[in-house]
Nanobody, 121 residues
């Protein structure tokens, strides 16, 4: 029942900015941490950033300062603001969330399907 749907990915020029979003829907009791990962062509999927329900954030060291994660708990949505984009940022960006679907259940990890971000030279 739970799904995460990303939106906002597109082609941008190097140096530009982009904001992508991910909305969770379905049978949701609560959402703990949400996050963003990315996978470039031929590369392993890597952590971009995470954010707790209380707003505490963590970033990949190489991305800290350029990317900002935020969330709207009322809309079950997480955002990633990407600034000063570089060609090496080109990747499929996946959102994730730890979601509890029942009152007495435990958190489960969910993935979105990803959104393509392409940064041109």
């Amino acid at each position: 029942q739970v799904q995460l749907v990303e939106s906002g990915g597109c082609l941008v020029q190097a140096g530009g900015s982009l904001n992508v979003s991910c909305a969770a829907s379905g049978s949701i009791f609560s959402i703990n941490a949400m996050g963003w990962y990315r996978q470039a062509p031929g590369k392993q999927r890597e952590l971009v950033a995470t954010i707790t329900s209380g707003g505490s954030t963590n970033y990949a060291d190489s991305l800290k300062g350029r990317f900002t994660i935020s969330r709207d708990n009322g809309r079950d949505t997480v955002y990633l603001q990407m600034n000063s984009l570089k060609p090496e940022d080109t990747a499929v960006y996946y959102c994730s969330a730890n979601i509890r679907t029942a009152r007495w259940g435990s958190d489960r990890f969910y993935w979105g399907q990803g959104t393509q971000v392409t940064v041109s030279s």
